[in-house]
């Protein structure tokens, strides 16, 4: 038995200000790139089931751009003729009662089966049962959906659990709401051919369980997650585990990670102690997203050293974004030289940055028609 598990695919998440050429957020469209990567995935490995263990939309109430885009692919999958089966995360459960979830629009495929309503809920098949929990708001409710789904273990099956939530305290993503499984029932994953989770956005098995997997997310929905490995599970139970025999000579499953293809974030960091002579090598930023360090820089040289610059040195990076570390111990002669440096002089400077010629002369006029009334303010209320 051949299953596919992904998770986390945050459709219509956006982010950075760039639009590709069809005008849609650039990173909008990574993530929904990502996703068909793993349509198509599926449509040439051919398993015997998909899973996606939540967060399929970003919001509870997505764009209508996410739910046409989520509508297309699922007439694919649904056409492959292969279950789908699909729950709910935080991120497309509502807060309230008062809204309805969004997973409900794919009640209507005949090969996709949805979890949402914060219950359990068993999905069978002739030689497997899928035993869904999604994402639970109220704790109390969580215990008695899990001892539900302990109730419909059944032996002469293979049995996987589908969840969205983090085992223990240590896959927490510091979101609101989120779902800790309890430790007490973490026996539960023993009773288990494989566990699919979702939430944490990495790849991994949780601890000593060697069935229970994350899958990680598609893409990162964060500039802090670095990793550039992101993909799905593909997993091969063994189809004859109820014979002894078989079990001794065949490893019971096997698990592999399959890595899909998704723009990588580069870190540079660039040493202003040599500012002048210092190389930076641009030959990895290809469509990258770049984050520029600017170690031991002085006061002086950040005026000096400007964003565009720096963009400069990266031409073919889809985003370059810039931190400044400032070197210890900076002498105050430096300091006040800056001090000397008028407010409006700054300001305009920073404007420089950012906008073109013909913006930056009108700003120009305005920022200095500004000056001049909060100068003049200021000096008759002395
Ligand atoms: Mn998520």
Known sequence: MKIIHFSDTHLGYNDLDVLNEENINQREADFYDAFSQVVEQIKQIKPDFVLHTGDLFHRSSPS??????????????????????????????????????????????????????????????????????PHMNDETTALSQIELCEANIDKSKKNI???????????????????????????????????????WHGFGHVGKHENVYYSGSTERTSLNDKRNSKGFVEINLDDATNSKTASLFHMPRSIEFKEIK???????????????NALIDAS???????????????????IDIQNTDIKKLFPHAMSVSIK??????????ELSDIEALSLEEFFLEH???????????????????LFAKYEEARDDSL
């Not at 692919?73 to 709910?88: D, G, R, S, V």
């Not at 400044?324 to 002498?331: A, M, P, V, Y």
């Not at 420089?352 to 200095?368: F, I, M, P, S, T």
């Open 64 to 133: 209508n751009r996410a739910i046409t885009f989520a509508l297309e692919q699922f007439k694919i999958i649904n056409a492959l003729n292969i279950p789908f089966i699909l729950i709910a995360g935080n991120h497309s459960t509502p807060r309230t009662n008062l809204s309805s979830p969004i997973l409900k629009i794919f009640e209507n495929f005949e090969n996709i089966y949805v979890s949402y309503n914060q219950e359990y809920k068993k999905v069978e098949f002739a030689d497997a049962i899928f035993h869904t929990l």
């Open 262 to 276: 998704i723009r990588p974030i580069v870190q540079k960091e660039l040493d202003c102690e040599d500012y002048e």
């Open 161 to 199: 659990m589908m969840m969205h939530c983090s085992v223990g305290a240590s896959y927490l993503m510091q979101e609101f709401g989120e779902w800790v499984f309890p430790h007490a029932k973490e026996y539960l994953f023993n009773e288990m051919d494989y566990v699919a989770l979702g939430h």
């Open 284 to 302: 990895d930023t290809e469509d990258a997203i770049v984050e520029v360090k600017l170690i031991n820089l002085t006061p002086l040289q950040s």
């Open 324 to 333: 400044r570390e400032f070197k210890l111990g900076t002498n105050d002669t």
């Open 351 to 369: 404007i420089k940055e950012d906008a073109n010629e013909k913006e930056y002369d009108r700003l120009k006029g305005k920022v200095q028609e």
